[in-house]
T-cell receptor
């Protein structure tokens, strides 16, 4: 089945550690996105990528890094510089065009906690 | 900069009641897109509807209906005869299209609780 796969579902980070969240899609979508959701709040954009080997910062990029080496994959690294990483992280993708093609579809999310 | 406001943080209704979730947006663009997503307890966001700024027709899909009014910058969502399975957090979102990377700006969400 086509879709967006995020792994792991739950992740624990020790202080000073970098952790990487995986996002893979087999929808042949051009653009991919990472959002952060804190309890009781909406989603905020961390990074997005419209094409392989290119990405842009969103509203809250500090303490995070990404790569886009393949169209299907957009991993997010939460670095030790991110002081408050505990949150629910959602990955999304879309065909990078207007009209009905610009609907973002989401993965099931990764819940990150700090030990 | 764009902004989406969902003033209702939490709504509680009894099954079979109708309920309307409000969404007000701000944008300077004349071309934009509005979305509603549902987030059940599992966490994944489920797409419900997309509307572009040139199409003010209301839409009905089963028990769901949407009222888009550019004059008041609102895109409200009504569930008719609510059911327990409708319990979720609902998000309204705004995109300024591919020229802006199709980025979504989300409202804070409305938690809907439907009691049997």
């Amino acid at each position: 089945d086509g879709g967006i796969t995020q792994s792991p579902k739950y992740l624990f980070r020790k202080e000073g550690q970098n952790v990487t969240l995986s996002c893979e899609q087999n929808l042949n979508h051009d653009a991919m996105y990472w959002y952060r959701q804190d309890p009781g709040q909406g989603l905020r954009l961390i990074y997005y990528s419209q094409i392989v080997n290119d990405f842009q910062k969103g509203d809250i990029a500090e303490g995070y890094s990404v790569s886009r080496e393949k169209k299907e994959s957009f991993p997010l690294t939460v670095t030790s510089a991110q002081q408050n990483p505990t949150a629910f992280y959602l990955c999304a993708s879309t065909l990078d065009r207007g009209g009905p093609k610009n609907i973002q579809y989401f993965g099931a999310g990764t819940r990150l906690s700090v030990l | 900069a764009q902004k989406v406001t969902q003033a209702q943080t939490e709504i509680s209704v009894v099954e079979k009641e109708d309920v309307t979730l409000d969404c007000v947006y701000e944008t300077r663009d004349t071309t934009y897109y509005l979305f509603w997503y549902k987030q059940p307890p599992s966490g994944e966001l489920v797409f419900l509807i997309r509307r572009n700024s040139f199409d003010e027709q209301n839409e009905i899909s089963g028990r769901y209906s949407w009222n888009f009014q550019k004059s008041t910058s609102s895109f409200n969502f009504t569930i008719t005869a609510s059911q327990v399975v409708d319990s979720a957090v609902y998000f309204c979102a705004l995109s300024e299209g591919p020229e802006a990377g199709n980025m979504l700006t989300f409202g804070g969400g409305t938690r809907l609780m439907v009691k049997p």
